[in-house]
C-alpha cells in the first residue's frame, strides 16, 4: 500500500506509544511526517517540531511550522495526551489546567491553525484521539474523560463546520491499549505492568488490550481516502470491550 504518497503530515505527541507508531506507519505509507513532542531528537521523520503544548503560541504556531517545513499540510494528528486520576474531589488546580491544556486546548489550537491552511489549499484530514471513556464515563478519572468527551464533541463540530471546506476531521476512542501512559500508570499503584496488562487482556473479548498499532492502523485509515465519506466520526477500537 502507498496510502499517502505525497502527502505530507503533523503528528503531535509523537515520541509516546501510540504516536511512533502513528509516525512509523504515515511513513511507511509514504507520508512525509514532521513530529511534535517535548523530545523529538530520536525520531525518524522530515522535520522535527519540539515544545510544550502547554504554551499557546507553540500550539497555534505548529501547523504553520509544519507547512514550512514539509511544504504543504494535509494531516494532522493531534495525539498527544495526558492522564490525571481521581474522582473530582481528588482533583487539584494543576490537574485541571495540565488535563485541559494538553487534551483539550493544544488541539483547539492546532485545529483552528490547521484548518484555514488545509482549506486554503483544497482540503484536508485530521484525527484526535480521544478515548472511549469520552463517549462514556469511566470510574476515577473524571477529569480525563470530560476532558476526552470535550475532544470528542469538538471532533464531531469540526467535522460538521468544515466537510464543505473537504477537511474531514474524525476521532479514535480507544480503550486500554499498551503504552508509557498505561504502563506508568500501573508502576505508580505498586503494580508489575508486564502482568498487569496480561490479566488486563482477559478482560478484553479479544483476549488481550491494544498494541499502539492496533490503534495507529485505524487512525492511518481515518487520515486516507479510503475514509472519504468519514466526518465527525467517533471510531472506538476497543477489541469487543464496551466500556463497563
Ligand atoms: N494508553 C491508553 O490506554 C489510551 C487509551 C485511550 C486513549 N489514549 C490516548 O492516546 C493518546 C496517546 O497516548 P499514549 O498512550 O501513546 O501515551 P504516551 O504517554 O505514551 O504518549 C503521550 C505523548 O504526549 C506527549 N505530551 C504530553 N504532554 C505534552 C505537552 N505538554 N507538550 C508536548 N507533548 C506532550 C508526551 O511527551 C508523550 O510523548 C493520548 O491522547 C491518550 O489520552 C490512550
Redesign the pocket.
Known amino acids: 500500500m502507498n496510502y499517502f504518497r505525497d502527502k505530507t503530515a503533523l503528528v503531535?505527541?509523537a515520541?509516546?506509544?501510540?504516536?511512533a507508531a502513528i509516525v512509523k506507519q504515515l511513513r511507511t505509507e509514504g507520508a512525509r511526517v514532521a513530529v511534535a513532542?517535548?523530545e523529538v531528537a530520536g525520531i525518524d521523520a522530515e522535520a522535527h517540531l519540539p515544545?510544550?503544548?502547554?504554551e499557546p503560541a507553540y500550539a497555534d504556531g505548529l501547523p504553520q511550522a509544519a507547512f514550512d517545513a514539509l511544504g504543504s499540510l494535509d494531516i494532522v494528528v493531534n495525539?498527544?495526551?495526558?492522564?490525571t486520576r481521581g474522582s473530582v474531589i481528588n482533583t487539584t488546580d494543576t490537574d485541571w489546567a495540565l488535563s485541559l491544556g494538553?487534551?483539550v486546548e493544544a488541539p483547539f489550537r492546532v485545529c483552528r491553525a490547521a484548518i484555514p491552511i488545509m482549506a486554503e489549499r483544497g482540503g484536508g484530514a485530521i484525527v484526535n484521539?480521544s478515548?472511549?471513556w469520552g463517549v462514556r464515563p469511566g470510574p476515577n478519572h473524571a477529569i480525563y474523560c470530560m476532558t476526552?468527551a470535550a475532544i470528542a464533541s469538538l471532533t464531531q463540530c469540526m467535522g460538521m463546520d468544515h466537510a464543505h471546506q473537504n477537511i474531514r476531521v474524525n476521532a479514535v476512542c480507544?480503550?486500554?491499549?499498551n503504552?508509557?501512559?498505561?504502563r506508568t500508570g500501573f508502576i505508580k499503584r505498586g503494580f508489575d505492568p508486564d502482568t498487569a496488562v496480561a490479566e488486563l487482556g482477559k478482560t478484553v473479548p479479544l483476549g488481550r488490550i491494544a498494541e499502539?498499532e492496533d490503534i495507529a492502523e485505524v487512525i492511518i485509515f481515518l487520515a486516507s481516502d479510503a475514509a472519504r465519506y468519514m466526518c465527525g466520526a467517533l471510531v472506538e477500537v476497543n477489541g469487543g470491550k464496551p466500556v463497563g
Do not use: F, Y
Request: aromatic share 0%.
Open positions: 503531535t505527541g515520541a509516546g506509544g501510540i504516536g513532542d517535548r515544545g510544550d503544548l502547554l495525539n498527544a495526551g495526558v492522564i494538553v487534551n484521539v478515548s472511549c476526552k480507544p480503550n486500554e491499549v503504552t508509557p501512559m498505561l499502539p
